[in-house]
T-cell receptor, first 113, second 111 residues
């Protein structure tokens, strides 16, 4: 089984809908991240969490919110989806000592019509 | 603001034809430069971390080097299975510990 899993893998939705992307990990890591990837722009950090009680905004947090339900679970929500949120979304994890190596999930392809 | 520029955007090589990918960066106080490999439909996979100018790391046919302004990923005698997008990222100082990624180089190795 994969160490970092994301659900759903693909999602098509309409403008204005609320969407939740979920991430689970079995690596036992404290640190979790949400990124989005757009063609030509690389990966950009949306939110990150260093433990269950710690949530931090990344470079592009506007229009997104997150919830860290447990050490192993980190969810990303789009409260009211808009077309320019169409992108590939990745969850990643790392531990305190190996923080330089982030382990990525397989990604969620989100399309907002 | 940290910046990372990768070149070329795409590179096609014949099997066995060695080449290099470039990652130019601007960061005030480098805390690490990272190389990742990303296969289609998958998340990035960690390759290397470099911390200081002059440092080199190797893994199979890949060797990463670092100067004060750029990093190179050298690919020696590549094979078709080396085809992927290679991402470079930097981390600067500060408590945020965020990675700033480049947009990647898409490498295709033809048999």
């Amino acid at each position: 089984d994969a160490d970092v899993t994301q659900t759903p893998r693909n999602r098509i939705t309409k403008t204005g809908k609320r969407i939740m992307l979920e991430c689970s990990q079995t690596k036992g890591h404290d640190r979790m991240y949400w990124y989005r990837q757009d063609p030509g722009l690389g990966l950009r950090l949306i939110y990150y969490s260093f433990d269950v009680k710690d949530i931090n905004k990344g470079e592009i947090s506007d229009g997104y919110s997150v919830s860290r339900q447990a050490q192993a679970k980190f969810s990303l929500s789009l409260e009211s989806a808009i077309p320019n949120q169409t992108a590939l979304y990745f969850c990643a994890t790392s531990d305190f000592y190996g923080d330089n190596e982030q382990f990525f999930g397989p990604g969620t392809r989100l399309t907002v019509l | 603001e940290d910046q990372v520029t990768q070149s070329p955007e795409a590179l096609r090589l014949q099997e066995g034809e060695s080449s290099s990918l470039n990652c130019s960066y601007t960061v005030s106080g480098l805390r690490g430069l990272f190389w990742y490999r990303q296969d289609p439909g998958k998340g990035p996979e960690f390759l290397f971390t470099l911390y200081s100018a002059g440092e080199e790391k190797e893994k199979e046919r890949l060797k990463a080097t670092l100067t004060k302004k750029e990093s190179f990923l050298h690919i020696t005698a590549p094979k078709p299975e080396d085809s992927a997008t290679y991402l470079c990222a930097v981390r600067g100082p500060g408590s945020a510990r965020q990675l700033t990624f480049g947009s990647g180089t898409q490498l295709t190795v033809l048999p």
